[in-house]
């Protein structure tokens, strides 16, 4: 298990970063061997995104889309709230050679900034 001194304080600034002052950077993560690109974005942003994909389906739905919007509101809420995680949109993962997954959509992503190996600055752009 990954102790908190593990990870990466520049990774971790900008991540704090992108959670207090809507900072939006272009990155690449490598993670046990895959390639995860995107920008970051909030982790408020991140739990909304959720929260308006899944709110205009069934009671259920409705109830998980209410439970993201708060879990979104009462991290911004949170004054100095520990970064763990890093999110990012129009994220695509990348294994190998192969096509990146997903190909189409704009997909938002939650990891553990404990869990990165290493990253770059920019985005893989794939070629069409």
Same mark, same amino acid.
């Given at each position: 298990?990954?102790?908190?001194?593990?990870?990466?304080?520049? %990774?971790?600034?900008? +991540?704090?970063? &992108?959670? *207090?002052?809507? $900072?939006?950077?272009?990155?690449?993560?490598?993670? !046990? =061997?895959? %390639?995860?690109?995107? +920008?970051?974005? &909030?982790? *408020?942003?991140? $739990?909304?995104?959720?929260?308006?994909?899944?709110? !205009? =389906?069934?009671?259920?739905?409705?109830?998980?889309?209410?439970?993201?919007?708060?879990?979104?509101?009462?991290?911004?809420?949170?004054?100095?709230?520990?970064?763990?995680?890093?999110?990012?949109?129009?994220?695509?993962?990348?294994?190998?050679?192969?096509?990146?997954?997903?190909?189409?959509?704009?997909?938002?992503?939650?990891?553990?900034?404990?869990?990165?190996?290493?990253?770059?600055?920019?985005?893989?752009?794939?070629?069409?």
């Amino acid at each position: 298990m990954a102790s908190e001194s593990s990870k990466d304080s520049i %990774l971790e600034f900008f +991540t704090h970063a &992108s959670n *207090k002052h809507d $900072f939006a950077l272009d990155i690449t993560l490598n993670i !046990n =061997g895959a %390639l995860i690109t995107g +920008t970051t974005i &909030s982790a *408020k942003e991140y $739990f909304d995104t959720l929260s308006d994909s899944i709110g !205009n =389906g069934n009671d259920v739905a409705q109830k998980l889309s209410e439970k993201l919007a708060e879990a979104g509101q009462s991290l911004e809420d949170t004054a100095e709230a520990q970064t763990n995680f890093i999110h990012l949109k129009n994220t695509k993962v990348y294994l190998g050679d192969s096509k990146p997954t997903p190909s189409q959509g704009k997909i938002v992503w939650r990891g553990k900034l404990s869990e990165v190996d290493g990253f770059f600055l920019g985005k893989i752009s794939s070629s069409k």
